[in-house]
């Protein structure tokens, strides 16, 4: 066996074949020989996605195993197995038993793979805490991250604290309030609201430390170090689709395993000076504020509840006014409509690092984030006035499942910038061709309705004389819908309904008068769509903020550039997830992965 400091080697056996194996500082690489010494295939590991090596055979699925014979030792890395229904690539737990000619040449390797593990894959984390939401998704959370995660972060030597929720906000209370010292990141077992919790307490108790205000809209924030990591057991879990490409609980414990890293952007909304949310995948006004509201009513159907709510929302057929002003970011960056896909290691992110943080180390970032905001003038701000079906402000593609490209496609994780999509007033085919094309690979922006801007900020105002038209004034119209019917019935029983009467004149098939929709009381099931939707329609929607219905209609949005880091590398692009940045020498740094 030759040792030094970048290389090992040795000849080691796979069941009855023999190998030469080769330890470098970034693969591990093992090719068959055949009889006559000559070499066959060779299977390469990047040290950066080793797992962890084990004296003797080990089997960690379905249960630990370990048969612990002297000469051999197991190696686990990360394995990609196909695509998944996602975007994305899969990850698995790859497994291989090595057999070596003597005790002591194992215990070389064992000793050897570690310490590359420690000195070339340093930003692995040793200590996390763990929030489980048992009462996510499908209800799920525990029996997911013990049969499928815990087991890997103890191959991987990780230690893990785990908190299972008890209530709402439980986890961001303990981030924001709780002694962290030791932990390198937070995880979240649950969908995107328990994302949301994380989001909030490491922004704020970054903020805190570094003696900032969350509240000044115009203020700049500290960006956090504290990463967070998503097992995905919710709902939609759009953020973790979103950044790694397929919702799989496996993949993303080994993206955290390995201490991967992809920067966020986040947009803070406030309301005059209070900040009111932060949100990552979609601030929402009209029909995505309304599917949210209605879904919220069925939660007992669990995920399908945003199904339901959308059928609803949709023949429902709503639209509202507003003014929505915006600060257009750099067009010549990128463009929404560019065509381009924000892939792992993505160049308009990585240059949005370097404008970011220009000159940056990690010493320095705050004193350098503060350049994003006195070196450049905020640009003009641009104004549009009118009726809108939805207004949708996203800092990322916001995939999910439902929607495999999202809601922006040609959004960037990381760039500093957030997609701002209005749709304008249309009649029913026309949104609905919009929605079903967020379904395929159809471009959802060409459409004589719709309009895309790239952004770094947005305001939204209601019409002069709409009175405040805060979210509980929503709630009340929508709870007026009995009386009011009842007092249609008696007063106008030949009037049509509001969806017969309204511009579009789309949804003929809901059309009926109040005498013929009965009163409350005595409808059938069928007339509930018309109790729904043919009350007088609110003025005013509420803001749907990652899957929460905020307390305001009136708000301002600005988005911080990578102010959090997740455990996660963007979606992989199978082609380029071969030789893409493992060797720092390659990107020289300068990737999104290795720049910080
Ligand atoms: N123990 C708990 N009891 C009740 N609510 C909780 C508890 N723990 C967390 N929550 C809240 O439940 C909400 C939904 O959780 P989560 O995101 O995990 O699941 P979900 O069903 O996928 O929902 P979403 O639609 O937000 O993705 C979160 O906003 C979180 O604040
Ligand atoms: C004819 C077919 C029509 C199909 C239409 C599909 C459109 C899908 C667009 C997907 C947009 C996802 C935006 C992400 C929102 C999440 O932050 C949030 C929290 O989980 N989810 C919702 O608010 C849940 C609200 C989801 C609304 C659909
Ligand atoms: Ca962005």
Known sequence: MEINTLKVESSLWIGNKRYRAALSAWYFSWTELDKKNREKKTVSVRVSEVIGVEDGRVEIQPQKKVEDTDRDFTLFYVKRSGRGSGQGVLWSLGRTQFSCPSRDLRDQWVTQVRTALKTHSPARPHRLLVFINPFGGKRRGKQIFHSLVAPLFELAGISSHVVVTERANQARDHILKKDLTGFDGVVCVGGDGMFSELLHGVIGRTQQEAGLSEHDP??????????????????????????????????????????????????????????????????????????????????????????YSGCMMYLCNRSYQGTVQFLLADPGLSSPRDKTRCLSGCRVCSESTERLFPLSDSCSLYSDKLSQYSDQSEGEWMSVSGRFKCISLTCMSSSCPKSPLGLSPSAHLADGTGDLILVRDTNALGFLTYLHRHTTSQDQFDLPFVEVHRVKAVKFTLPPGEDSGEAEKYERSEQNTEEEEEEAVMEHPDKPCVHESSKSGSLQHLACTAKERGAPGKRKTSDFLCGLCCSKPPAVSVWNCDGEILPHTEISCRVHGQLVRLYARGIEDEARAVGLCEDSRDCKGKCVLHSR
């Open 218 to 307: 115009s203020g700049v924030l500290q960006p956090c170090d504290l990463h967070i990591g998503i097992i995905p057991a919710g709902s939609t879990d759009c953020v973790c689709f979103a950044t790694v490409g397929v919702n799989d609980p496996v993949t993303s414990a080994l993206h955290i395993i390995i201490g991967d890293s992809q920067p966020l952007d986040v947009c803070a909304v406030h309301h005059q000076s209070s900040l009111v949310r932060y949100s990552v995948s979609l601030v929402g006004y009209g029909f995505y504020g309304d599917v949210l509201a209605e879904s919220e009513r069925h939660r007992w159907m669990g995920p399908l509840r945003y199904d």
